[in-house]
């Protein structure tokens, strides 16, 4: 079983809608939780991070995550084409080193 | 600041070749990473590095050598090229600093393409 696991996906979703990206974690001692963005041929770059349960909200977007589950979400409103990118989530070890899931690659259709 | 660079952006090897991909950062962080990312698989940790002089191995090490002689640069050397190493290869870098907000954000380079056959 990887440590992160993450839907490779492609999700396709028409333009406005609400998007919803989920990984599953195995280690609850993971505390620390990242969602990066990564548009085609590019190099990721950090969306937004997390400590611990709860929600963090940054304008369209919302990271949650649920440890009782082992639950990490990342949500989209009023998603947009420019959004179309594949997104990577990624947890915390106790050496600091970040465990990744595999992607999901999110198609906005306009 | 030109953040993370990494030369060269594409390359094709013969397998039994070597060569050095570069990375450079110019943020004066301590911590350094080389990671490579095959598709469906999310990205792997080949070798990183905790500051100048100090080098460890990460998930994947077998076939790569790094060296960190100064803080910026982070040099990935792939000896005797094999067909399982055909990749993208990024190399990242963060703070570290402690007290700093985001101190575990890793900045990623454009990376290296590679293909071996």
């Known amino acids: 079983q990887k440590e992160v696991e993450q839907d490779p996906g492609p999700l396709s979703v028409p333009e406005g809608a609400i998007v919803s990206l989920n990984c599953t974690y195995s280690n609850s001692a993971f505390q620390y939780f990242m969602w990066y963005r990564q548009y085609s041929r590019k190099g990721p770059e950090l969306l937004m991070y997390?400590?611990s349960s709860g929600n963090k909200e940054d304008g369209r977007f919302t990271a949650q995550v649920d440890k009782s589950s082992k639950y990490i979400s990342l949500f989209i409103r009023d998603s947009q084409p420019s959004d179309s990118a594949t997104y990577l989530c990624?947890?915390?070890?106790?050496?600091?080193?970040?465990?990744w899931g595999a992607g999901t690659k999110l198609i906005i259709k306009p | 600041n030109a953040g993370v660079t990494q030369t060269p952006k594409f390359r094709i090897l013969k397998i039994g070749q070597s060569m050095t991909l570069q990375c450079t950062q110019d943020m004066n962080h301590n911590y350094m990473y080389w990671y490579r990312q095959d598709p469906g698989m999310g990205l792997k940790l080949i070798y990183y590095s905790v500051g100048a002089g100090i080098t460890d191995k990460g998930e994947v090490p077998n076939g790569y050598n790094v060296s960190r002689s100064t803080t910026e640069d982070f040099p990935l050397r792939l000896e005797l090229a094999a067909p399982s190493q055909t990749s993208v290869y990024f190399c990242?870098?963060?703070?570290?600093?402690?007290?700093?907000?985001?101190?575990?954000?890793?900045?990623f380079g454009p990376g290296t393409r590679l293909t071996v056959t």
């Open positions: 997390t400590y």
């Open positions: 990242a870098s963060r703070t570290g600093a402690s007290g700093m907000l985001g101190r575990y954000e890793q900045y």
């Open positions: 990624a947890s915390m070890d106790s050496n600091y080193q970040l465990i």
